[in-house]
């Protein structure tokens, strides 16, 4: 299993950046795919995930701001953030789980991993 993320940056808060997952090695269309965030000095948090089937559920933090999509066809996941917000600065991270369906609560506890991207917002 690969995952590379892609698309972080540095944006004044009100802004917008899309995050990318390429995946591979495995049945992407498959897994539930997440996206998580890791602020300094914090721990790693759920921000959205996405199950096979395109059911959707996002942290109360980013509802009506982020939104996760996947494209299983190119085997991508994305992140559109909106409105950024400096609290929303983060190492983000996607990851896989093995399972089609997404657990019903929003955990870390993730199969596979990617080495993440940085997101900064400044105020």
């Known amino acids: 299993v690969q995952l590379v993320e892609s698309g972080g940056g540095s944006m004044q808060a009100g802004g917008s950046l899309r995050l990318s997952c390429a995946a591979s090695?495995?049945?992407?269309?498959?897994?539930?795919m997440g996206w998580f965030r890791q602020a300094p000095g914090k721990e790693r948090e759920g921000v959205a995930r996405?199950?096979?089937?395109?059911?959707?559920s996002y942290a109360d933090s980013v509802k009506g701001r982020f939104t996760i999509s996947r494209d299983n066809a190119k085997n991508i996941l994305y992140l559109q953030m909106n409105n950024l917000k400096p609290e929303d600065t983060a190492m983000y991270y996607c990851?896989?789980?093995?399972?089609?369906?997404?657990?019903?609560?929003?955990?870390?506890?993730?199969?596979?991993w990617g080495q993440g991207t940085q997101v900064s917002v400044s105020s």
């Open positions: 996405i199950a096979g089937d395109g059911w959707t």
């Open positions: 990851a896989a789980d093995r399972s089609f369906w997404c657990r019903a609560t929003m955990t870390v506890d993730f199969a596979d």
């Open positions: 090695g495995f049945t992407y269309s498959s897994y539930c």
